[in-house]
């Protein structure tokens, strides 16, 4: 589509009454992102309250009309992504604002390929709207879905502005509180100041009428402020707490009573992020000793073979799916689910020729009279899913009219690289979409929610904290990505040998493994820290997948390294992370910028300092602009002498990168216990050793 076009989504899908937007972007340098936000207007233009803006702390509406989905990472970049419930949209709500803004101000024409794609509920793409002049703008709306004598249309839109999220919110009727002395200082949701200070995030889309009550108005509201019930304590480990943005101001001199129908005045919102809390300390055990185990709801320790593990592991998910709403709208948002109530179903006999198939589970979601079932078919223990049957159930679901086939493995999908190739029969008029989920995707947003955002009933939080320590389990066979494949061996030794050559496919089946195994290490730290991360791609504007990956596996034959970014929201840089098979070492790194003020006896001093608990042998290597490389040394060495970070010659210092090397071992096995295991735990050792204690907006002004 251009800008200002429109179309009527009836006449594109006759499934269009649920749509998924996807909101995309690519960024040269690998660190740009922005973050999606959906307003609902009335006729007038306006929102109706604050509790019709929905971005990153208001991320749901409890009607399910809108629900943010969040970033995934694909081969052209970064995709936010949002389900919108057209039929649950409110009769008095005439337009869905679908818009974009970039952390700090920063400016969208610094991205590269801003593009917005709708597909229907099946998944079918409908339409495409790119932005091709984007210039100092740091908000942008994408477009508009509105109603039209009866229909919903959606026009592209492509309107900038240079004032931020708050600015565009403003526009729109939003009643933005000034976030200019907080934090950073940008009004654009980057600050921590005035949010949750302790306790569990709260979950706008999880508490009934925290919205109304002004949990989204305030950024986070006590949730007895409505009712006047008063709010759970800290000291309970299960219950959701919720802070005030702003803590009370303090007793001032008595003043005359306020007149009892003058209305209150409206609360604002602010769009500072709130803070991440991590789990509170356990309590002391009361075990006489190690050997007392805790009774679990779901036990692992007796499961033998692979049949009972993914039996019990795909039985546990469902029925927790079905019994906690926030988690089982979590997994199922994304394959077109709507938000109602859900049932599920374990072992499922359907008729299919001769014989019957027993899908691994059914899942059916009710609403408004609306019926979204999807199979699952489930494997543990890395056993790799077989094409034959997914193509049974993905034809069981056309024949019987159902919405979706979930897989669900311990692998991680690849876009264009399928984990199971089916067949689709153009000439069917129902469309099945085919899904694919891991179980380290599970296993993080069960994290999120017990852990961040908060679950509105304890008893949710606790079957959500049980369903985890099951997952977890060394025995229950659901434990993510673990096996590099049968390319991983012959590559190492032809790597050790040195002869591997350009153009073996076995390299380009390593390279695939390894963005596989980078994927998981984003959920795994995503999940620890509350907070988006994802592999940074460098990516050029229409780059086919496959020729990316060709290049990359050349580079493996010549270079004999892996090579991968990840990058974490609020973080100072991206996290390097270099694997050399040629001689067996793994290296995480970060490069932080030079501060824009002060001196630079005073940058090393600082940095010295934030490096307090560092590991003695973190590497630090001073940048410049000259052509020669700056001074060096271990962190052990530097921390009595910080100066001699400093050129010797007149060269400007631009920045610094500091790195940890670790061995990787010489075992040639593709299981989890070696490779795979060694890069989990050397990144997230680094960021809890190295990038947890740097200072992003030290940084900058030191």
Partial sequence: MVK????????????????????GWSSPDGDGDADVSVLLLTADGKVRSNADFFFYNHPAAEDGSVELLGRTPTEAGTEDRIRLDLAAVPADVERLVIAASRHQRAAFGRLDDLRLELSDGTGERLLGFSITDADSESAFVFGEIYRRNEEWKFRAVGQGYDTGLAGLATDFGIDIEDDEGDGDGDGDGTSDAG???????????????????????SGAAATGAATGAEPAGPADPQAKVLVPAQAPPPAAAPTAPADPAAPAAPKRLRTARKKVTLPKTAKPSLAENDGWRRARLFPATSLKSDHEREVRATSVLLSVMAEVPEFGRRLTAAFGAPAGRMETFAEVSLPHGDSPKRPDGVIRVERAGRLWTALLESKTNGNPLKADQVQDYMDIAARRGYEAVITLSNDVALEGSPLVSVKIDGRRKHKVMLCHLSWAEVAYQARMLIRHEGVGNPAHAWLLQELLHYLQHENSGCHGFQNMGPAWVPVRKGIDDETLAPGDERATQVIESWERLIRQ???????????????????????????????LAERLCAEGRLNAEIRIDDTIGTIGITADLRVGKLRTSIEIPAPEQGYPLSWVKRLVRQLAEAPADLHVETLTDGPAAGPRGTLERLRPEPGDLLPKDSSKITGFRLSLSKSVGATRGNAETGFIRG????????????????????????
């Fill in 4 to 23: 200002g076009a429109n179309v009527g989504l009836a006449a594109l899908s006759e499934s269009a009454d649920s749509v998924l937007v996807s909101l």
């Fill in 195 to 217: 949010t949750d200070d302790g306790g569990e995030g709260g979950s706008p889309s999880a508490e009934s009428g925290a919205a109304e009550s002004g949990a989204v108005e």
């Fill in 521 to 551: 290490v984003c959920l795994q730290l995503g999940g620890e820290l509350g907070v988006t991360v994802l592999p940074a791609q460098r990516n050029r504007r229409g780059e086919d997948p496959r020729a990316r990956r060709t290049a």
């Fill in 679 to 702: 890069v989990d735990d050397a990144v997230a050792r680094f960021h809890t050793q190295v990038v947890a204690h740097l200072d992003r907006r030290a940084a900058r002004r030191a």
